[in-house]
C-alpha cells in the first residue's frame, strides 16, 4: 500500500524544518555570521549579541559567545572590552554569566560615551569548550602560558569590534579583572596596534588555592611570568589593587609589579584601602565605581588626550 500524499506532505514539512535549523544552529567551528540585533526597534543597536571567533594554536575555531553595549548617538564609539576572571572551582566555569549593559562597570564607560564589549572566553559559560587558559599543576604552575591563551581571545575582540560600523578601529581601552586582568598583561606583551590603554583589576591567577582565601599558589611563579611579559608591554597601564584582596594581597600585587617593572615593563600600580569584605570585588562591586572611577579618569586622559 503506498503511503497517503499527508504522509508526504510531513516528510516535506520535516525536511524543510531540518534544513531551517542546520541553518541556524551555531558551529564551534565556523566563522561568525552577522551579528544581528535582539530587542525592541527602540534599543536593537544598544545591546547586541554577537558571536567572536578565536582561532588557537592548532587551527581549530570557537565563537566566544559576547555582548555589544553601545552609547547614545550614531558617530562610531571608542570600544571597551571588559574581560571577566576565572572561578577557583572548576565546576563554576561553565556557570559565567556574560556581562549586562546594566551593570554598574559598563554603565560608567556608556554614560561617557564609550561602546562595552563583554565576552565570555574559551571554556566559560555558553561559549564552552575546552577550558584553554589551564596553567597546570600547582608545583609547575605556567602562568605564561594562561595569560597569553587568554590574551588569545581578548586579541580576538579587539580584531573583531574594531572592525564593526558602529566602532571606531582604534584607541581600544582593554580593562581586565582578576584573569581577565592577567590575561590584560599578557596582551600588553603582544602587538596590540588597535589598543591605547590597558586597565588591571586585582590581576592576577592561582588565587584562593583550593578555594581558601588568602591561598595562592606559587606566587613566586606568578612574579616570574609577571617579569616574563617585561619589556615588550610598552603600552603604560595602571593595576589597581584593593588592600583587602583575598586573592592578591598588597605584598603579592607589589611584587608583581616590581618584577614587571624591573624587566621593563611600563604599568602605575595603585592600592587603594580595604573595600567590602573582599577587595577582589572592587571594579564589578556596588559602589566600587566611586574608589576607582578617579584613577580610571585620570589614566584614560593622559593615555586618550581626555576625549572618548
Sequence with gaps: MLPSPFFYQKAIWLCLLLALAACIEPSATAPAAAPSPRGNAAREARDQRHAIPVTNESGRTRLLQARLCRPAGEAPARLVIINHGSPPDAAARPRVQLGSCRD???????????AVL????????????????????CAKADYVHAGLETA??????????????????????????????????????????????????????????????????????????????????????????????????????????????????????????????????????????AIWGPLFERYLADRLGGAT
Design 104 to 114: 554598574a562597570a559598563a554603565q560608567w564607560f556608556l554614560t561617557r560615551g564609550y
Design 118 to 137: 563583554f565576552a565570555l572566553r574559551r571554556g566559560y559559560g555558553s561559549t564552552g569548550g575546552d577550558w584553554a587558559e589551564s596553567y597546570g599543576s
Design 152 to 289: 588569545r581571545d581578548i586579541a580576538a575582540l579587539a580584531d573583531y569590534g574594531t572592525a564593526l560600523p558602529s566602532i571606531r578601529p582604534n584607541g581600544v581601552v582593554v580593562v581586565g579583572q582578576s584573569a581577565g586582568g592577567w590575561g590584560a598583561i599578557a596582551y600588553a606583551s603582544r602587538p596590540h596596534p588597535k589598543v591605547a590603554a590597558f586597565i588591571v583589576m586585582a590581576g592576577g591567577r592561582g588565587g584562593h588555592q583550593n578555594n581558601h582565601p588568602n591561598q595562592n599558589c606559587r606566587p613566586d611563579r606568578l612574579a616570574e611570568a609577571a617579569g616574563r611579559y617585561d619589556a615588550t608591554a610598552e603600552t603604560p597601564m595602571l593595576w589597581v589593587y584593593a588592600a583587602n584582596d583575598s586573592y592578591f594581597s598588597p605584598a603579592i600585587a607589589t611584587s608583581l609589579h616590581d618584577a614587571f617593572i624591573a624587566a621593563g615593563g611600563k604599568a602605575t600600580l595603585v592600592q587603594p584601602g580595604p573595600f567590602g569584605g573582599d577587595g577582589h570585588r572592587l571594579f564589578f562591586g556596588d559602589g566600587g565605581s
